[in-house]
């Protein structure tokens, strides 16, 4: 039989013996051998210690601190398994205590920030981008030399034109252009409560944060990139805004596209009108600021009457760890 599948198989017969005793040997199995469960489970309690006393450093000087009472593999598998422990402890802490926005209705709240995108002959290339932070959708995108106070103010008459309306609430940070008198003029004399960032804490403003990260991400736009020319960024970001706006679908929206939500949304001259939120807005910043004694302490006091304000007209949910915050929580926008 074995010379019949030799000549089937055109090798010699004796080659087909062997290959026959092998695969009839047991094999010893790949790799090391595995400790016992016992041996393992006491290694635990000397890593972790030695982990802790360390300030959780990489395996290689705790394997030198347990050098003779722990095998360095045992050294090896605990650290990695104790690390992931830690860092799940600590993802669970930060989702606990994370408050987040949610805002029911469309032009409800608009944030604006700015990110350079590149250098061209001409210069540094900047933009000023809107988005509407109830559907998730850029409103506007300005792009150009950086920009002035003067600049936003044409940006937001831009946006009223495409919108047919000016935001309830407009989000900004702190740099010159969105300090500027000219714009503050302008939110006065429109009604449009500004919501102020407090310096260097980008939670305060992640609509804007993540619009902008995902336009550099989908354009390939960023500060240090070399442009061709001035209108380069401008045919980039435009083609980046139309695929975040109409082809991603985001989870949060429950996987449709943002400009499908913005169809479906209501918007916030549905619930009030823009005069009576002004006023009760104006009334509960006025109402919570008057003892702060720090510009910090009077920023804090004015955001949460912001939100108050829109949360008494229905217009956002805040959470806390995933549950509705009472009024007798202290709100840190996330």
Known sequence: MTAAQAGVLGMPERTLRDWTVKADTARRPVGNPGYEEGTRSAAREPVLAELEAQGWPGWRPVARALAGRVPTRLVQQWVAALKGER????????????????????DVLWAE???????????????????????ARTVAI??????????????????????????LVLSRDNGGPQKSIALARYCERECVVVLRNCPRTARHNPFAERAIGELKE?????????????????????????????????????????????????????????????????????????????????????REAIFRTLEDFGLIVRTRGGRPL?????????
């Open 218 to 302: 989908v354009s390939g736009l960023d500060a240090d990139v070399s442009l061709g020319d001035s209108t380069e960024a401008r045919r980039r970001l435009e083609a980046a805004w139309r695929t975040l706006d109409h082809r991603r679908r985001r989870a949060r929206l429950g996987y449709r596209t943002a400009a499908a939500m913005d169809d479906e949304m209501p918007g916030w001259y549905d619930r009030t009108t823009r005069e009576r939120f002004y006023q009760a807005a104006r009334a509960a910043i006025e109402e919570a600021t008057v003892r702060c004694t720090t510009a910090r302490a009077r920023r804090l006091s004015e």
């Open 142 to 167: 300005g792009q150009g030399a950086p920009a002035r106070g003067e600049d936003l103010v044409a940006l937001l008459e831009h946006a009223r034109s495409t919108r047919g309306t000016l935001p």
């Open 326 to 334: 009472t009024r007798t929580e202290t709100a840190t926008i996330a």
């Open 87 to 106: 860092r799940r402890r600590e993802r669970a802490g930060e989702m606990e205590r994370r408050t987040s926005v949610r805002v029911l209705g469309r």
């Open 113 to 135: 920030d700015g990110a350079y995108v590149g250098r061209s002959p001409r210069g540094k290339e900047a933009m000023e981008l809107l988005r509407d932070a109830g559907p």
